[in-house]
C-alpha cells in the first residue's frame, strides 16, 4: 500500500505532461497562424489605405507537412475563384482593385472567371507580381490595365496543356506529333487528344483577344498571341520583367511597394483549415 501511494504524484505528473504536451502541440501552431493571419491583415490594410485601392492577394507557396515532410502543390482552384470574385464584386465600383499574384498556375477555368471579373471592374486594376505568375497567374495578368512586376519577377506562357493519368501534354505539341504521322499509323486516343487540342488553342487565342481588349498590350495582340499561346516555348519558359515590358508595353511597371514584399514574408509554408491564399480587407472611402 505504501508503495502504491509513493508512485501516485508520479503518474499524475507524468499524466499532467503528456495533457499539457498535446495542448502546446494543437494550440501553439493555432496560435501561430492567428498572428500572421493579424499581421497580414495589418499589411494589407496599410498598403490598401496608401494606394487607395481594394487589395486581394492570390498567394500559393509550395507547402509541407512539417511532421511528415510532404510537398503539397498549390494551385488556382475553384475556391480560389470564388473567393476572389466575391472580393471583387465587394469593392466598391469606384475603388480601383490591386491583386497580388504569386502562383505557379491552375485549373484553367478558374483563371478565366478570375480573368473576366477583374477585367469587368469599372475602376482601374494593377496587378503585382513580386515573384512569379505562370499560366493561369498570367491570364489573370492580362485582364489588368497595369502590372507591376519585381525585375526579376517572371510571367509565363498561357498554351494549354492536355493531360490524363500518365501525364501532361502540351496542345501544340499534340497537333505537331499527328501533322508528321499518317492517320493510320496514330492511335485513336491520339487522334482525339489532337482535335482537343486544337479546340483548346482557338479558345485560349479567343479568349486572349478577349482579355486584352481596351487593356494592357491590345495594340500587339498578334505578338503576344504568338509568344504565350503558340508553344513556341516550354511552359514553364519566365518572361522576366524587361520582356514582359517590351511585349505588353509600357503597361508594366517594376516599382513594386515595399509592403508587397513584408506581406510575402508572412506566407510561411503551412497547412490548416484556413488557407492563407485568398485574402483581402474591404476598402470604402471612409478608410
Do not use: W
Not at 474591404?282 to 478608410?287: S, Y
Request: glycine content about 6%; some cysteine; aromatic content about 6%.
Amino acid at each position: 500500500m505504501d508503495v502504491l501511494l509513493a508512485q501516485a504524484p508520479t503518474d499524475v505528473l507524468f499524466n499532467n505532461f503528456f495533457i499539457i504536451l498535446f495542448i502546446l502541440i494543437i494550440f501553439v501552431p493555432m496560435m501561430q497562424r492567428y498572428i500572421l493571419q493579424v499581421e497580414r491583415r495589418r499589411v494589407l490594410t496599410r498598403l490598401g489605405k496608401k494606394r487607395r485601392t481594394q487589395v486581394i492577394t492570390l498567394i500559393h507557396r509550395q507547402e509541407v507537412i512539417s511532421f511528415l515532410g510532404i510537398p503539397l502543390a498549390r494551385y488556382i482552384d475553384i475556391d480560389d475563384s470564388e473567393q476572389v470574385l466575391r472580393a471583387i464584386r465587394m469593392a466598391q465600383k469606384d475603388i480601383p482593385i490591386d491583386i497580388i499574384l504569386h502562383t505557379p498556375g491552375g485549373l484553367a477555368l478558374a483563371a478565366t472567371q478570375i480573368a473576366m471579373a477583374l477585367k469587368a471592374h469599372p475602376a482601374k486594376k494593377t496587378v503585382l507580381v513580386p515573384h512569379y505568375a505562370m499560366s493561369g497567374g498570367t491570364l489573370i495578368a492580362f485582364a489588368a490595365d497595369e502590372i507591376i512586376m519585381d525585375e526579376h519577377a517572371a510571367l509565363g506562357p498561357v498554351d494549354p496543356q492536355l493531360g490524363d493519368q500518365q501525364g501532361v501534354y502540351p496542345a501544340t505539341s499534340l497537333l505537331k506529333v499527328v501533322e508528321k504521322k499518317k492517320t493510320d499509323e496514330t492511335d485513336d486516343k491520339t487522334l482525339v487528344y489532337a482535335e482537343e487540342a486544337r479546340k483548346a488553342l482557338e479558345q485560349m487565342k479567343a479568349l486572349l483577344a478577349r482579355i486584352l481588349d481596351g487593356k494592357c498590350g491590345k495594340d500587339r495582340l498578334d505578338v503576344i498571341i504568338e509568344e504565350f499561346v503558340s508553344g513556341k516555348y516550354t511552359h514553364d519558359h519566365p518572361f522576366m520583367a524587361e520582356e514582359a515590358r517590351y511585349l505588353l508595353g509600357d503597361c508594366v511597371k517594376t516599382e513594386v511597394p515595399e509592403e508587397v514584399y513584408e506581406l510575402m514574408n508572412l506566407y510561411r509554408m503551412e497547412v490548416g483549415r484556413g488557407r492563407p491564399g485568398v485574402e483581402y480587407v474591404p476598402l470604402t472611402r471612409k478608410n
